[in-house]
């Protein structure tokens, strides 16, 4: 065997050098590194007791820390976990807030619409059905990803949203907060058929009987009950704007509350929020009604909350708002991840004066629109269409109340 030549040497030398310097990068790699890899969906097929057949998934964000939060979604009709992943918004808030989510999903075995089963009643009583299954989903999570017990919060679009409210009845003690989304009261429909006349015309009951169908379904609970926000825009002809209203007046009457509101505030997109029991940060009940917005998911993909879609409508992003409601949203509001401050700031000084487009004072909380008119907050000073087109000057003369100012400012 003869000797390595000079040349060879050389190399053996460059080639021992890398490989070091490729042990060190890997070792700081593994020692001192976040996972490199984003957040996925991603289904679980072992939950535990799944009486009613549905399915799991999660999203966990990156580097979430023991005792977070956890936010339960239910889809609409026609929908999917991914659908609603991938559209709504939620996965962005939390990510940004750092909550899991679990996204039950219904089989077209149990509803050939992919309906969660509302109207029936052995799927929403307590500890049965799909009812108990979200339960295990739940429970489940909880366990797994070590999240904090007392801050599990529900919501879901349509049949999502009725399941929804269903779950926040018979299950007081493991939901903190719900969000129903163009959904129905608890106890509506017993039936099929009781269900599309639930939808559309609604039905017509006291706040006493509303609330009796909450107490109902846990007779024996007296501890404290979910804080609620109900959502439904005024021209949902799929189910019906009275559902929002009865719903709000379902859970008032649960509250102890007498129905009328505490506190309102005019929101993006020609939204009407009415706070029940308290302000924003502390009522029991809120009511947003969306104006001139059908059926569907309110979404606000220019403010980066969610992608307009089928039944992700383009108006307010109601994610946001409901992360800010139950106190998700670890001070910093209900803003989106990028784009400017949909709402007027707090620190606005009275007597600031804004010249902007109709829209652009929507978007940004000066104004509210009502059939395509634009109208200030706080005066409703008319100041015409509503497009990017027309420019007008608002003037703030005291906190929250705008005034149109002839010419710009």
């Known amino acids: 065997?003869?000797?390595?030549?000079?040349?060879?040497?050389?190399?053996?030398?460059?080639?021992?050098?890398?490989t070091a310097v490729v042990a060190t990068v890997a070792a700081v790699l593994l020692t001192a590194a976040p996972r490199a890899s984003a957040a996925t969906l991603t289904p679980v097929t072992s939950f535990g007791a799944d009486p009613g057949a549905l399915g799991m998934y999660s999203y966990v964000p990156d580097g979430l820390p023991d005792g977070a939060p956890l936010v339960v979604l239910l889809h609409g009709c026609a929908q999917n976990a991914s659908t609603y992943h991938a559209n709504s918004g939620w996965a962005e808030y939390a990510d940004?807030?750092?909550f899991?989510?679990?996204?039950?999903?219904?089989?077209?075995?149990?509803?050939?619409?992919?309906?969660?089963?509302?109207?029936?009643?052995?799927?929403?009583?307590?500890?049965?059905?799909?009812?108990?299954?979200?339960r295990s989903m739940v429970e489940h999570a909880v366990a797994a990803e070590g999240l904090d017990a007392d801050r599990v919060h529900v919501s879901g679009l349509s049949a999502g949203g009725a399941m929804a409210a269903e779950l926040l009845a018979a299950y007081p003690d493991l939901f903190a907060g719900g969000s129903v989304v163009a959904g129905i009261p608890v106890g509506c429909a017993?039936?099929?058929i009781d269900a599309f006349s639930c939808m559309n015309p609604g039905s017509t009951r006291t706040p006493e009987q509303w609330g009796d169908a909450v107490r109902?379904?846990?007779?024996?609970?007296?501890?404290?009950?979910?804080?609620?926000?109900?959502?439904?825009?005024?021209?949902?002809?799929?189910?019906?704007?009275?559902?929002?209203?009865?719903?709000?007046?379902?859970w008032t009457n649960a509250h102890g509350l007498d129905g009328t509101p505490d506190a309102t505030e005019q929101l993006p997109g020609g939204t009407t929020a009415d706070y029940h029991g308290g302000s924003a940060?502390?009522?029991?009940v809120a009511h947003f009604r969306v104006s001139g917005m059908g059926h569907g998911t309110p979404v606000d993909p220019g403010q980066g909350c969610g992608t307009a879609g089928a039944y992700f409508l383009d108006t307010v992003c109601s994610t946001g708002y409901t992360v800010g409601f139950w106190g998700l949203d670890a001070g910093t509001g209900p803003d989106p991840t990028d784009g400017p401050d949909p709402t007027p700031s707090p620190t606005e000084d009275p007597g600031e004066c804004v010249t902007a487009s109709n829209y652009?004072?929507?978007?940004?909380?000066?104004?509210v629109q009502r059939s395509g008119l634009a109208y200030a907050v706080g005066s409703d000073d008319p100041l015409g269409l509503w497009n990017v087109f027309v420019t007008t000057a608002l003037t703030e003369t005291s906190p929250g109340h705008w005034e149109h100012t002839p010419g710009a400012c």
């Not at 379904?217 to 009865?246: E, I, M, S």
């Not at 652009?360 to 104004?367: C, I, K, L, N, P």
């Open 96 to 98: 940004r807030h750092g």
């Open 281 to 284: 940060a502390t009522a029991a």
């Open 360 to 367: 652009d004072h929507v978007r940004e909380g000066r104004a």
């Open 100 to 134: 899991a989510l679990v996204y039950a999903e219904q089989r077209s075995a149990n509803n050939a619409n992919a309906c969660f089963n509302w109207f029936q009643p052995g799927d929403v009583a307590r500890d049965s059905g799909e009812a108990r299954s979200v």
């Open 190 to 192: 017993t039936g099929m």
């Open 1 to 18: 065997m003869h000797p390595p030549t000079p040349t060879v040497r050389r190399l053996a030398v460059v080639l021992t050098a890398l």
């Open 216 to 250: 109902a379904k846990n007779p024996g609970w007296n501890g404290p009950l979910p804080r609620v926000a109900v959502w439904h825009g005024t021209a949902d002809t799929t189910v019906v704007p009275a559902n929002g209203a009865a719903s709000v007046s379902q």
